[in-house]
């Protein structure tokens, strides 16, 4: 069985590159960048103090994100090779609804390369395929991830973007993503737990993983499937929760919802500069289109989970 992680996409100047993860098996890295000035590449930090804005996500009638005018931004998702079916409309939509009229570079880690499709691409947009090795189980390939985001970020995406954003890959964009998701870090409302409390919560409750976190500590859920920030930030989380599934792996433990369980823990003690709404990352065969959502911007897949992982 092979696995295939699938792309980034940068956009900007000349040094655009891009990568992404997310939720299931397969996730494309999108690394962004914009060359405005507004963030310094060797400091990481934001010189526009205006920049960075959190989103209110209390009230469920506030979804629309705040915009930010000028940012240098970069955007990440990894893909499984069982999951290569679903990067020609991850593509394609990506195209027409991704950083349109910015210049995106969109990797595809995979140990298929052969199998990788050819998509038409817009002016200053790219993609390239970089091979990974396979495993056997959809959990390794999902909890590998972590490892392969943070690895790439140390070695090549902290010398050429400035922002990333991981995605899941076997979903499609259905409305405008654009640079109004970007900020030093940010998370997306998982969208099966938006307006629950923190007891429905799927965290990981076994005391004895890195990934717990009690019962009366929560802020949010996160979803797997769409998360990223500046390329610091991004090496910062995906470095911590690779290491705590290393350590949980030695004492034979895998957290409950793997890479996602590890994630949420991370943003509970390193709080997202924002948080986007579930808009970002929904099911609607699962959850239809309710009147709260005024807008599905990045929508799974119809699949049958199970033949696909099995693949």
Same mark, same amino acid.
């Given at each position: 069985?092979?696995?295939? =992680? ?19 098996? %397969? ?38 994100? @705040? ?12 893909? &499984? ?12 939509? #990506? ?13 595809? %880690?995979?140990?298929? /390369?052969?199998?990788? /499709? !050819? @998509? /038409?691409? +817009?002016? +200053? ?55 109004? =998701?970007?900020? #030093?870090?940010?998370? &997306? ?12 919560? &799927? ?9 717990? =976190? ?9 979803? +797997?499937?769409?998360?990223? +920030? ?7 989380? &995906?470095?911590?929760?690779? !290491? #705590? ?56 897949? /119809?699949?049958?989970? !199970?033949? =696909?992982?099995?693949?």
């Amino acid at each position: 069985m092979c696995n295939c =992680i699938p792309c980034c996409c940068f956009l900007g100047n000349p040094k655009c590159y891009s990568l992404h993860l997310g939720i299931l098996p %397969f996730t494309v890295l999108l690394l962004v960048f914009f060359g405005y000035g507004f963030l310094s590449h060797r400091s990481q930090e934001l010189r526009d103090p205006g920049a960075v804005t959190s989103v209110a996500v209390g009230e469920l009638d506030v979804w629309e994100v @705040v915009a930010l005018s000028r940012m240098v931004y970069a955007q990440p998702k990894v893909l &499984t090779p069982r999951y290569v079916v679903f990067l020609k409309l991850f593509l394609e939509t #990506a195209e027409q609804h991704f950083m349109v009229g910015h210049k995106v570079i969109y990797y595809v %880690f995979t140990d298929r /390369p052969a199998e990788v /499709p !050819q @998509v /038409p691409l +817009g002016a +200053g947009r790219k993609l390239a395929v970089l091979t990974v090795r396979n495993y056997s189980r959809w959990q390794d390939v999902s909890m590998h991830r972590m490892e392969m985001i943070s690895h790439f970020s140390e070695r090549r995406f902290l010398h050429e973007v400035d922002y990333l954003v991981c995605a899941d890959v076997d979903m499609k964009f259905r409305d405008h993503v654009g640079v109004e =998701i970007l900020s #030093a870090l940010f998370g &997306t409302l998982h969208p099966g737990f938006y307006r629950s409390s923190r007891e429905a919560f &799927t965290y990981e409750r076994r005391p004895k993983s890195r990934a717990y =976190i009690p019962r009366d500590e929560g802020d949010f859920y996160y979803a +797997g499937g769409f998360f990223g +920030g500046s390329v610091v930030e991004v090496y910062h989380l &995906t470095k911590a929760c690779h !290491q #705590a599934m290393v350590e949980d792996k030695a004492n034979g433990i895998e957290a409950v919802w793997h890479d996602e369980s590890y994630l949420n823990k991370y943003l509970l003690y390193h709080k997202p500069t924002k948080v986007l709404s579930p808009e970002y990352v929904w099911d609607q065969k699962l959850l239809g289109w309710p009147s709260v959502m005024r807008k599905l911007r990045y929508v799974a897949v /119809p699949k049958n989970h !199970q033949a =696909i992982r099995n693949r």
